[in-house]
């Protein structure tokens, strides 16, 4: 319907940004944004946890707002920019200083949940480059890591800032 | 998940879809309680309609007398919103207790209240608010103070493909408060919730609305502790009354999240400390 393309309600002529790239794609209209992220897309950095939106593991850039994936249908994305893991970069290639500082500190060990930390944590910086430890642990809220208890997390992304 | 899902550029492109569509329909706003729901199959609709992006849902206007909250504005949005900060204060203070920052990137106002849910942090406040609800059903439009949207746990009186356009908030000049009791500080679902607002004139209390969430099988309007408040002096014994009060009002259950009487307990705790946090 929103689309001229679109033959049948069942398929949907999706229009969107993705990592930079602009994207046309026919796909199934009941497809969830993340299984378009990780099947369709074949981009595997952005992760599956609980699925019901606890753990942050599927967090995603939507129009520079941090959104989870497994939440979020495909068909929501029409007309937007979406930007995974795969997306994050430093301003001349290479690593984004959140990748760098996440390194430095020890702030990834299973990683599982690594791709959407980095995700949340780039929303807030782009929004409030001085973020305050407070504003990153509120924005951290819905980001569950179960190896690193998260204080090396919070000093990565206190490192980070300015950058 | 759905069969199909559906995406109308507008209002008149909804209405018009709607006859062609499977039966078993339903709408698609932020999505992150109805693709919970479907995920633990307790959603089985063949056609969700994604009302998202409808551009008549998602902005926030004033009259003069009045505050409209689209029904598909983002819960982040709001939150910038300086309309909002100065004529909704019990919304704003309910904010940051409104599950996650990415979540509040998603979820709408409109979901909260189609949801039906009691615990719903949003409603309550609005409830408190003294909010309306506008609704649209192809021609025919209504309009509802907020609390009447709710029949039961889950419930409500939407008719099938009525939609909530926005929520319209008297504009008086009110302080807000709302203080919820969850399993962590951020970021759960409440075990109990209260929500202020209050018309102060000096030390006394022109005007209170005290709503209350998850300790009756709908968003709580507490009529007789409100209307009790109106004329006293805000002080530490009228605030233990009104706590006493209140405790008679809800009807709290025992389930997964808390007890029955704990909560009817912290109901009158977080009213107490509510109006000891009114200025």
Redesign the interface.
Known sequence: ??AKKNTT??V?ALSSTVNGQRTELEIP??L?LLDLIRETLGLKGTKEGC???EC?AC?VL?DG????A????A??L??KELVTIEGIKGKAGGLHPLQKTFMAEGAVQCGFCTPGLII?SE??LRRKPKATLEDIK??L??NLCRCTGYEKVLSAVEKARGK | MPEIIVKPLNLKELWKALPGLPAARRYLAGGTDIVTADNAGAESSECWIDISDLPELGTIKETAGALFIGSGVKISEIEKSKAARKWCPALLAAIPHFASPSLRNMATLGGNAANGSPCADGVCALVAEGAYVLLALKGRKRRLPLRELFLGPKRTALKKDELILAFEIPKRPHAGVYLKLGPRAYFGISKAAVALAAELSGGTIKRAVVALGSVAPVPLLAVKTSAWLAGRQLSPQTAASAAAMVKTEVSPITDTRSEAEYRREMCGVLLERALGGLR
């Open positions: 319907m929103s309600p069942a949907f209209s009941s969830s699925g019901e939106g942050g967090m939507v707002r941090a959104v989870n497994c939440l979020m249908m068909v929501q029409h007309g949340a929303a807030l509120l924005e809220t819905g």
